[in-house]
């Protein structure tokens, strides 16, 4: 089984409608974050968790929100998707007490938004 | 505040030949640094990684990459290009453990691989 996973894999919604996407790990890692991937923009950082209670803006959280459910589990949600939010997102994780950080990441959720 | 730049929007490479993509970061201490693949439907996974000694890193897949600290590179390299390494590749680069670490990325550059 996948150590980070993300559902749905795909979804297609319309503007204006609230979506959830969720990501579960079973590394039992601290660090959770949210990144969206659009083409020749690389990964942008949306929100990013250190625990259960810590949750952090990236670069680009407005539009967006998270919550983290457990250690295990953090959600982004969209309240009011537009168009532009259109991409793929990827959940990761990273464990803080490694000594290189290292991201994981789950398969990506394709989201397009009419 | 740290940056990454990944010179090569697209490389075009011919089954069996050498490789090298590019990156290039700025950060004001000694950098955590990373290559990460995205092969096509997939989420990204970790190449290499470099945070101290040894300047030339060894990853898996054949990977390689070196850091020079007078240039600000890192660039990744590999002796021969097979087709499934037709992949997004990612540079990052972190800040030191325990402190409030976030990775940034680099836009990625595309390989493509011609039989």
């Known amino acids: 089984d996948a150590d980070v996973t993300q559902t749905p894999r795909n979804r297609i919604t319309k503007t204006g409608k609230r979506i959830m996407l969720e990501c579960s790990q079973t590394k039992g890692h601290d660090r959770m974050y949210w990144y969206r991937q659009d083409p020749g923009l690389g990964l942008r950082l949306i929100y990013y968790s250190f625990d259960v209670k810590d949750i952090n803006k990236g670069e680009i959280s407005d539009g967006y929100s998270v919550s983290r459910q457990a250690q295990a589990k953090f959600s982004l949600s969209l309240e009011s998707a537009i168009p532009n939010q259109t991409a793929l997102y990827f959940c990761?994780?990273?464990?803080?007490?490694?000594?290189?950080?290292?991201?994981?990441f789950g398969p990506g959720t394709r989201l397009t938004v009419l | 505040a740290q940056s990454v730049t990944q010179p090569d929007i697209h490389i075009t490479v011919s089954e069996g030949a050498s490789l090298e993509l590019r990156c290039n970061y700025s950060?004001?201490?000694?950098?955590?640094l990373f290559w990460y693949v995205q092969s096509p439907g997939q989420g990204l996974q970790l190449l290499l990684k470099?945070?101290?000694?040894?300047?030339l890193v060894q990853g898996i897949k054949g990977f390689e990459a070196e850091f020079k600290r007078s240039q600000s590179s890192f660039n990744l390299r590999k002796p021969s290009v097979h087709w499934s390494d037709a992949a997004e590749y990612f540079c990052a680069v972190g800040a030191r453990p325990g402190g409030s670490y976030i990775p940034t990325f680099g836009r990625g550059t595309s390989l493509i691989v011609h039989p």
């Open positions: 950060y004001g201490a000694t950098p955590y």
């Open positions: 470099y945070f101290s000694g040894d300047t």
């Open positions: 990761a994780t990273s464990d803080r007490s490694g000594n290189f950080n290292e991201q994981f």
